[in-house]
C-alpha cells in the first residue's frame, strides 16, 4: 500500500456510480455518450485507480476489472462500486433512474475548503453535501456548493458549467474545491467544455446553466428563484 497524500479517516471508502445499458461492452471507450454495458468504464477505471494511489488505498486493477464484468442483466442499471482502504470492493445495482431533461437549484450554505485534497476523489467523505442535501426546498432537486473565496465549485451529486453569453461552455477548476467528475472529464477531453474559475455573477450572467454527473448524462439547469444568493446579487 502507497503512503497517502493526505489523512483519510478510517472506513472512507472510494466510490464510482455509472450506468450499464445491455448489450455489448462498446461503453468501454471514454467518450462522453451513452453507450451499450458500461458507460465511460475506461474513465471510472481511470479515476478509481488514481484515487487509490493518491489515498494510499490498496488496489487490484484486475480485481475491479472482474467486478465490472459481473454487472449484466436485460435492463439499463444504476451501479455503484465501492472500493474500501484494504482494497475490498463491493457492487450494488438498482434499476436506472428515469431521465431527467431538467433540474433545479439553490446555493447551499454549506462552504467547501478548496484546499481538501479530499474533495478531488469520490468518496465516502461526504457530510458537508449530505447537509446541503438535506436542506433543500421542496421542489428543487440539487445544491450548488462554493467555496471560501465565493467560486462556484460543484453540486451535492453534480458536476457544474455554463455557456457565457459569447458561447464558452465553462466548468469550475479544481483547484476551486470540485471533484473530477467522470462525465466532466470526457467533456474536457473532447474540448466540449474549458476549466475557469466561476462565481454567482458568472451563473446570473449564463446564457444556460447545465449539471452533469455520469449516471444521468448532461441537464438543464434552473437556479430556483428562493435562493436568496440570487435575490441578492439580481
Known amino acids: 500500500m502507497e503512503s497517502p497524500l493526505c489523512d483519510v479517516p478510517a472506513g472512507t471508502c472510494l466510490i464510482e456510480t455509472f450506468g ?45 476489472l472482474a467486478v465490472f464484468e459481473r454487472i449484466t442483466g436485460p435492463e439499463p442499471l444504476r451501479c455503484r462500486v ?11 445495482t438498482a434499476a436506472m433512474p428515469a431521465p431527467v431533461a431538467e433540474i433545479r437549484f439553490v446555493i447551499a450554505e454549506q462552504r467547501l475548503e478548496s484546499a481538501n485534497p479530499l474533495l478531488r476523489h469520490k468518496t465516502t467523505q461526504r457530510d458537508t453535501y449530505d447537509q446541503a442535501r ?19 465549485c460543484e ?19 479544481l483547484a476551486s474545491g470540485c471533484l473530477a467528475g467522470v462525465y466532466r472529464q470526457s ?4 474540448g466540449t467544455i474549458q476549466e475557469a474559475v466561476l462565481t454567482l455573477n458568472d451563473l446570473r450572467a449564463a446564457r444556460t446553466i447545465t449539471l452533469m454527473n455520469s449516471l444521468r448524462g448532461q441537464m438543464r439547469a434552473v437556479w430556483a428563484p428562493q435562493c436568496a444568493q440570487f435575490t441578492r446579487i439580481a
Not at 465501492?82 to 450494488?92: F, H, I, V
Not at 438535506?134 to 462556484?152: H, M, S, W
Not at 458549467?161 to 466548468?171: E, I, K, M, N, Y
Open 82 to 92: 465501492t472500493l474500501a482502504q484494504d482494497g475490498s470492493l463491493q457492487l450494488e
Open 187 to 190: 467533456l474536457l477531453q473532447s
Open 134 to 152: 438535506a436542506a433543500l426546498p421542496k421542489g428543487v432537486e440539487e445544491a450548488i456548493l462554493l467555496n471560501e473565496r465565493d467560486e462556484v
Open 20 to 64: 450499464y445499458v445491455p448489450g455489448s461492452n462498446s461503453g468501454h471507450n471514454s467518450g462522453h455518450n451513452f453507450g451499450q454495458g458500461i458507460a465511460r468504464r475506461d474513465l471510472h477505471l481511470a479515476r478509481l485507480m488514481q484515487s487509490a494511489r493518491a489515498l494510499g488505498f490498496a488496489h487490484d486493477q484486475s480485481a475491479v
Open 155 to 173: 453540486g451535492t451529486i453534480t458536476n457544474i458549467s455554463v455557456t457565457t453569453p459569447d458561447g464558452a461552455r465553462l466548468t469550475p477548476p
